[in-house]
């Protein structure tokens, strides 16, 4: 049973938005499985509604996704309370800000929003995934992740980053840890991000909002951002603790 529902679960994780159908053939070749695994599973999800059979064989994901999202979106502390204060930071400071989440070795944007006056968006879409990197976002939360983990992804080339050794990440994910925010400002660009953690009520960072700022050119302009993004994480975070 087990074995089926991480089966199940690896044939969800394929449907991307580069690689939106999947049929048994190709399914069963990326997952290393035979093609009567991969027809049952692909077949099984679309009973339930997971994915709709688009013909010749091919599955793309089903409309039950749209519901459960939904439903998660109303029904979830963070993400309730969270959408506010989002909004509110980016059409007060004219900022692009993101609320990302970890999930399973990859960062999950769950609600973005563009003040005016931002610039073009810059930063991952509400629903999207990504592989960590070196945003400040990430790496608030690449640095509240063991030890093990992160020196897996790092073995499996799974962290995009500048930094040339494991030793360097885990030296600045310390730094993030100790100042309790993340600053992403690359050399030449006239942008930058910073971060903070939102925890939830034991503590644990449960999530990273994340400032998107262009034309800015100077120091103090990235700790005026990232004094708001850490403001803007604390509510988040005592508006959880208050509810539960």
């Known amino acids: 049973m087990l074995g089926t529902l991480m089966r199940a679960g690896d044939v969800l994780d394929l449907f991307t938005v580069e690689e939106p159908e999947w049929g048994v053939t190709a399914t069963a070749r990326r997952l290393g499985i035979g093609k009567s695994l991969a027809h049952e599973a692909l ?9 709709r059979r688009v013909g010749h064989g091919r599955y793309r994901l089903g409309w039950r996704t749209v519901s459960l999202a939904a439903m998660l979106l109303r029904t979830n502390a963070l993400s309730s309370h969270a959408r506010s204060v989002v909004r509110d930071l980016a059409e007060s400071h004219g900022v692009g800000v993101s ?8 960062v999950i944007c769950i609600n973005r ?3 005016r006056g931002a610039g073009a968006p810059n930063g991952m879409a509400a629903g999207s995934t990504m592989p960590p990197d070196d ?15 992160i020196e897996g992804l790092w073995s499996a080339g799974s962290v995009r980053t500048r930094h040339q050794s494991l030793e360097a990440l885990r030296s600045d994910l310390a730094e993030v840890a100790h100042i309790g925010w993340a600053l992403d400002n690359p050399a030449g660009v006239a942008r930058l991000s910073v971060a903070a953690p939102v925890r939830d009520i034991d503590g644990g960072v449960a999530a990273a909002i994340s400032l998107a700022a262009q034309g800015v050119g100077n120091g103090l302009d990235a ?5 708001l993004a850490v403001a803007a994480a604390a509510r988040i975070s005592e508006a959880m603790r208050a509810a539960a």
């Open 135 to 149: 945003s400040a976002a990430a790496r608030v939360l690449l640095a509240s992740r063991p030890a093990a983990e």
């Open 113 to 115: 929003h563009e003040g």
């Open 223 to 227: 700790y005026r951002h990232a004094r």
């Open 99 to 106: 609320l990302v989440a970890w999930e399973r070795g990859q």
């Open 43 to 51: 077949a099984t999800l679309a009973e339930i509604g997971l994915l």
